[in-house]
């Protein structure tokens, strides 16, 4: 069949599909919500409703995730992208489970020090802002690479609701015009004052980005080409040319996205599927999810004193073991096995006291900062065919390298950060890093998201995952801890108070209102030292319950929502 004729019967079966589903489809949207015939949650309205639109149409939760990616990209712009990159974790309804790697790479002119003065000191800020930070993009590639294998309705309509949005223009929440105003100064410093984003923002004004609308034209009629070729490629060159960033044509010709054998452990009798390097997420999940099998939850209590010492003193074991040993498998031999072996972990958490805190620069050397709350955006979906999708996806930081491509209409990741830019000096989420994560051309950063999926009895249970740099692999594992040891349902679990602690620095982060004063001098007492920060993550996730039910779990510290089909 040729590709004319092709594209036309998938997009009458497509057409066919939604007139016979649509009489009884009803797409419902809000927090907590169940539904029977497909559920999602993500950052924004308007792509978990594309991606609900997309279910209800007969799709499978892989069209709806390449729908809600595309669509996150237009309306979530801080970091919902197609300039940056991400890792999908997936279940099919047959039991087959399979990750892809669509992170960023280092241009092929990266170099080790690349970041480093001549005194070999870090230059401020030269990995995390400005051209020079950018990682070669790699989500446009995942969307098509995960369609191609999974997906069943075409490509043309799974990127045309992000098309739309763009061209038509869409109402942005208080929260996007209060996160866009406090980066004017560093957009104006990145692109100068005529650029789109410059101005002073209000909730419901309208976003209209039509150069975005015509890269995704691009995209939409000649897949990979649309990007990493012709007018985008060359716009996307053009600002690297101007701004002394080092991706060339090579890189985008070179850029290729890495099927990966998830991370999967048992915790009790839930499989926990997660992604392997180069993300640390899947790694330090299990070892956390391992060494708590003999912890007494319920005697110890949520959010108690003593439940947050002991999660507190295996996370600082856990981030040590990711300082030295994460990186990119394919550059660096990970030693996987090990540190997800028993005995090895039995001896790594058997000196943990349960009323004294060990000192992080006992367990190993290391000067770390602040850490910063960061954003990159988790959505979570599951369809009625029990077909299963985490994807995480990021710029890095808020609006990325803050480089705006203004010709194509997109930003530029900052995702040069996540190396080790040099051993021991931390990065901006104040994680540290050794050889493992050394940069190296086509090399890729290492990463804490952890896109995860959860089966009981063999039967899928759980889709899960957030934003928040160093904190999503902590995030992921109370969300989970929640539900399996607390019984709270995935709205509750989303909802809870987090706290997080990561090895160096040498501190608990809590979240306003999340532990009350006993909690905090009983902590104090054992050594511990906390500070407060506004929120600690946003998840978004789904829970099948034991009626076949699906539950939307989406965090209200964003404008996240769950859209399921009624
Ligand atoms: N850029 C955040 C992460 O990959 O962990």
Not at 109 to 131: F, H, K, W
Not at 162 to 177: H, Q, V
Not at 425 to 453: C, D, H, W, Y
Request: with cysteine; charged share 20%.
């Amino acid at each position: 069949m040729n590709k004319k004729i092709h594209l036309l019967v998938v997009g009458l079966l497509a057409l066919v599909a939604c007139q016979q589903t649509s009489k009884t489809s009803e797409i419902i949207t809000g927090r907590g919500i169940e539904a029977p015939n497909g559920m999602l949650a993500s950052a924004h309205p308007l792509a978990s409703k594309a991606g609900a639109e997309i279910l209800a149409q007969g799709g499978n939760a892989f069209d709806a995730a390449v729908c809600v990616h595309f669509a996150l990209a237009v309306v979530y712009p801080r970091a919902g992208n197609i300039g940056g990159g991400g890792f999908a974790v997936y279940r099919k309804n047959n039991g087959e489970t399979g990750t892809l790697d669509f992170r960023e790479k280092a241009p092929l002119q990266a170099s080790r020090n690349m970041y480093l003065d001549s005194m070999q000191n870090v230059i401020p800020d030269l990995s995390s802002t400005g051209a020079l930070s950018v990682g070669v993009p790699g989500s446009v590639q995942g969307m098509i690479d995960l369609h191609k294998k999974l997906g069943t309705i075409a490509f043309e309509n799974l990127i045309e609701p992000a098309i739309k949005l763009a061209e038509n223009g869409f109402a942005i929440t208080k929260d996007e015009a209060d996160k866009l105003n406090s980066y004017q100064e560093a957009f104006i410093k990145a692109n100068g004052t005529a650029m789109y984003f410059v101005k002073n923002w209000q909730a419901g004004d309208t976003m209209h980005l039509p150069a975005l609308a015509k890269t995704l034209k691009a995209i939409q009629k000649n897949g990979r080409d649309g990007f990493y070729k012709g007018d985008v490629a060359a716009a996307m060159l053009k600002k690297m040319n101007e701004k002394a960033g080092i991706i060339t044509q090579a890189d985008l010709d070179a850029y290729k996205t890495v099927w990966r054998k998830p991370i999967e452990i048992f915790y009790k009798n839930y499989k926990v599927i997660s992604m392997p390097p180069p993300s640390s997420g899947g790694i330090a999940l299990a070892q956390l999810l391992k060494g708590s099998e003999n912890f007494d939850w319920k005697a110890s209590g949520h959010n108690s004193a003593a439940t947050i010492h002991f999660t507190t003193e295996l996370q600082r074991r856990v981030y040590a073991d990711r300082a030295s040993y994460l990186g990119d498998p394919d550059f660096y031999p990970v030693p996987q096995q090990m540190l997800l072996d028993s005995t090895y972990l039995a001896q790594r958490f058997e000196n943990i006291k349960l009323n004294k805190k060990t000192n992080s620069s006992d367990i190993k050397e290391g000067s770390v900062e602040i850490i910063e709350s960061i954003e990159t955006t988790h959505f979570s979906i599951v369809d009625k065919q029990g077909n299963a999708i985490a994807i995480t996806t990021t710029l890095n930081g808020n609006y990325g390298s803050k480089v705006f491509v203004e010709n194509a209409g997109f930003f530029l990741n900052n995702e040069m950060d996540d190396f080790s830019v040099k051993p021991g000096v931390p990065n901006q989420f104040g994680l540290i890093g050794a050889e493992a994560n050394a940069i190296a051309p086509q090399k890729r950063m290492l990463s804490s998201m952890t896109p995860t999926i959860l089966e009981k009895n063999n039967e899928l249970f759980m889709v899960v995952g957030t934003p928040g740099g160093a904190t999503i692999i902590t995030l992921v594992y109370q969300a989970i801890i929640n539900v399996i040891e607390y019984d709270m349902d995935i709205q509750q679990a989303v909802d809870a108070k987090k706290t997080h602690s990561q090895w160096l620095p040498d501190i608990i982060l809590y979240e306003e209102n999340g532990l009350d004063s006993s909690i905090i001098k009983n902590l104090n007492q054992m050594g511990h030292v906390l500070e407060l920060r506004p929120y600690i993550g946003k998840l978004d996730a789904v829970l099948v319950l034991s009626n076949g039910m699906l539950q939307g779990g989406s965090d209200p510290r964003g404008d996240d929502i769950s859209a399921g089909v009624k």
